[in-house]
């Protein structure tokens, strides 16, 4: 599988933003489920955002709507999640994934539906 690299995390106060990032090594634009997870300990793994790039869509969890922005360089091979009005329950290890072979109809908010996983960044937001 390919091994995505994340970076950006850090620790910020209540209201802070931040900006991940995340290459994709190999990456080719087609039609790729690519999204950012993210999972607090004792929690399970949530699905924050997606970008499906046939058609540059986009899918957000209600917890991050109007806060959170997924978006896609396709020129850097990189996909990004700013992070903006930050509180202390977005505090987790975020991870960035993709599915080079999305099959219609999977939840793009659902952690089974991507086979290629980076091993994570974490985000702390202090009150």
């Known amino acids: 599988q390919a091994q995505l690299v994340e970076s950006g995390g850090g620790s910020v106060q209540t209201g802070g933003s931040l900006r991940l990032s995340c290459v994709v090594p190999g990456y080719t634009y087609s039609s790729y489920y690519m999204a950012w997870f993210r999972q607090a300990p004792g929690k399970e793994r949530e699905g924050v955002a997606t970008?499906?790039?046939?058609?540059?869509?986009?899918h957000y969890a209600d917890s991050v709507k109007g806060r959170f922005t997924i978006s896609e360089d396709n020129a850097k091979n990189t996909l990004y999640l700013q992070m903006d009005n930050l509180k202390p329950e977005d505090t987790a290890m975020y991870y960035c994934a993709r599915e080079p072979n999305p099959i219609p109809g999977a939840d793009p908010l659902d952690p089974r539906t991507y086979n290629d996983w980076g091993q994570g960044t974490q985000v702390t937001v202090s009150s």
């Open positions: 970008f499906y790039t046939a058609e540059s869509s986009t």
